[in-house]
Structure formats: C-alpha cells, structure tokens
C-alpha cells in the first residue's frame, strides 16, 4: 500500500543483513562524525537510507536538540506529518485517527539489535498509560516485500508479546522518507493536537518515555 502524501544521547547503530539502499529524493547535505577503531570518522551520504546511527556522536546530540537530522525534516513544535499505512490486522491505520490522543510513533526493523532492545520498555509503559489514552504506533522498515516484512513482523510481534500496533512501510519506505530519516530506531512523541513533542535517534527505555510523555500531555492541553 502506498501512503498518502499529506534530547537525548542513548543513540546505537544497527546494521541489517545485505539491506537494500533507499534512495532519497533530495540531496540536502548530512555530515556526523563518528568514532571508528578509535578515529573520527565524517559519514556524508545524504542520498542514501543508513542502517543505523553512530554512537556518541557529537552532531546527533546537536540534531536531537534541535529535532531533526536533516533541515527539511519535521522538528519539535511543528505538526506530525499524516501518514495511511497497513496494519498486521490487516486494517488502514491513520497518525490522524488519533488526535486528540498523545502517540509515539517509532520507527523500526527486526533486524535492528536496538529496535529489539526497546521494544519490552515500549510495551510496558504502553500497557501502563494505554487507559489514558497513549497510542503505540509502530512503523516497521524491512527492505524487503510486502509480504515477507509482514511476516517477519508478526513473528517479532509474537516473539515479544507485542500488544500495540504495528503498520508496513513496504519496500519504498515512503513514510520513512517522509519523515526524512537516516536510521533506526528513531521516535517521535506527537501530543493531543498532533504537534512533535520529542524526537528520539536511538533507542528507548521506559523511564525517559514516561517523562516525554508527561511533557506531551501537557504540551497538548
């Protein structure tokens, strides 16, 4: 299915096995600076999807203070862009069938170690906010089929006893590249009126949820 076209520092680099590359379609310019067997490293590949984020790297601290990676990508304060995507059930899920409740939308593959790693902090502070109105919107990025990113989807999901849902992005990644991304996990915290709260490059853990979104309740009143 095709989709409608509408601060923090625990960052981990996940690599997929023989992943397909992505290619974007602008060409804005993306440097940071990793550390690689002890030397400074500059990545600039802003054409291309890669797989993971280098860790401890100084420009991603800066790009999460300032909420995005790249200058075009959707920030802090600005309105969550709108996205259709298939769920495992089977059913057209919609980021703006939920205004009106704060949602996260994480960005994730099975491949991805830190994707795995986050993935029983979000189902428990799911599971502890979802009475209240807390919506998990999980975006699966296979670079693969339709058809083999489902069900490599739906045994994660089992595996994990994964309650909220999880949507396709399909081969093309289009609401990956909508959000004009460079990596996985990423997270976007988005309150009751549909405005980014909290973006996050790297993985998740309960306690730091729980506080962004309390920010975002109260962001969204």
Do not use: H
Request: glycine fraction near 8%.
């Amino acid at each position: 299915m095709t989709t409608p076209t509408s601060s923090d520092r625990d960052t981990t680099a996940a690599r997929p096995p023989n992943a397909r590359r992505r290619w974007w379609r602008y060409t804005a310019p993306f440097v940071t600076i990793a550390a690689v067997a002890g030397a400074v490293v500059a990545l600039s590949r802003p054409w291309q999807k890669p797989t993971g984020y280098p860790p401890g790297s100084a420009a991603l601290r800066e790009a999460e203070r300032l909420g995005a990676l790249d200058p075009f990508a959707p920030k802090v304060g600005q309105a969550a862009p709108d996205f259709a995507l298939w769920s495992l059930d089977g059913q057209t899920v919609r980021l703006s069938d939920f205004r009106g409740r704060v949602v996260l939308i994480n960005f994730w593959a099975t491949w991805c170690g830190p994707c795995r790693g986050e993935m029983p902090e979000i189902e428990a502070v799911y599971r502890e906010f979802k009475d209240q109105g807390f919506m998990v919107l999980a975006i699966n990025e296979e670079n693969t089929s339709l058809d083999q990113a489902r069900k490599l989807a739906s045994d994660f999901r089992d595996e994990l006893d994964l309650t909220f849902p999880i949507l396709l992005d399909g081969p093309d990644g289009q609401v990956f590249r909508q959000y004009r991304l460079y990596g996985l996990p990423s997270s976007f915290i988005v309150d009751k009126e549909g405005v980014i709260r909290t973006v996050r490059f790297g993985p998740l853990n309960r306690d730091f949820l729980r506080a962004k979104l309390e920010e975002a309740r109260r962001g969204g009143t």
